[in-house]
Structures are given as C-alpha cells and as structure tokens.
C-alpha cells in the first residue's frame, strides 16, 4: 500500500493510491453535502457485484457473494457516503467529526484476505477543523479534497 500527499494553496488535496496506478483515470469528481446520513441497514453494492457492504450504525458488514464470508469494519457514525472503487478493492467512506467530516478507506488486502482501515486526514493534525469538500472515486484509487 503506499500514500501520497500533496497540498495545493488555496486548499489542501489529499491523493491516495493504494498501488501503482499512473494510467488509471479517476472517476467523476463529486462536490460533498452532509445532509442524511446513511441509515443502518442501507447497503452498497460493488461494481462487479463481487461484495456487499451494509451499513450496520457502527460499520459496514462486508460480504464476499462467491464464499459469504463476512467481514465486520468499524467507522464512526454518522456515515454520509460511501462508495466502492471500480476495481471492487477499496470502500470509501466519509463520516462525522467533531466541527466537520473525514475520509476513511477500508482496502482489502488479498494476501491476508483482511480489509484494513486508514484514514485520509489532511495534514495538519487531527484536531483541525476541516471538512471533505470533494471526493473522486476511481478505478484504483480515491481522491480527497479538504478545506
């Protein structure tokens, strides 16, 4: 897995690649509202329909369809949207905070047939107001903007 981090003037743009991925196009860049949460229960399906993820209140049950094995991964609610990569390998997901909202991605690691939580926080430390302005969901990889 590797980050990488790059910050722009006017605003902080945070990139994350979770492998090598330099001709993968992103796809469409969305502006953020934090109006309704997503509710338990509600569930995103993959791309391919190889998983599904349902929000229980306090995470995402993630189902493998092929085996049904169920993994259970932990996020803070209230969650605001979630959505899955084109390649299946990546759930991002952007909740609430205290004074804004924050990225995290659940990535699955097929060696260890694990998925792995990391946050994509802005630089600056964990404490700074910020909140998600855009997200841009891709092929391989997410791309977050904060202010």
Known sequence: MRRRMTMLTARIAVLVWVEECASAALGKEMEIATGKPVQAGQSFPSPGGAYLATFTGEGFDIKARATG??????????????????????????????????????????????????EVAPPGGPFQRYEVMKWDVGETRVRVTYY
């Open 69 to 118: 094995r169920l993994a259970k991964v932990q996020t803070l609610p209230p969650v605001f949207h979630a959505a899955w990569t084109q390649d299946e390998k990546m759930l991002a997901t952007i909740a609430h905070l205290a004074g804004g909202t924050d990225a995290a991605c659940f990535h699955f690691n097929a060696t260890t047939e694990t998925w792995n939580r990391f």
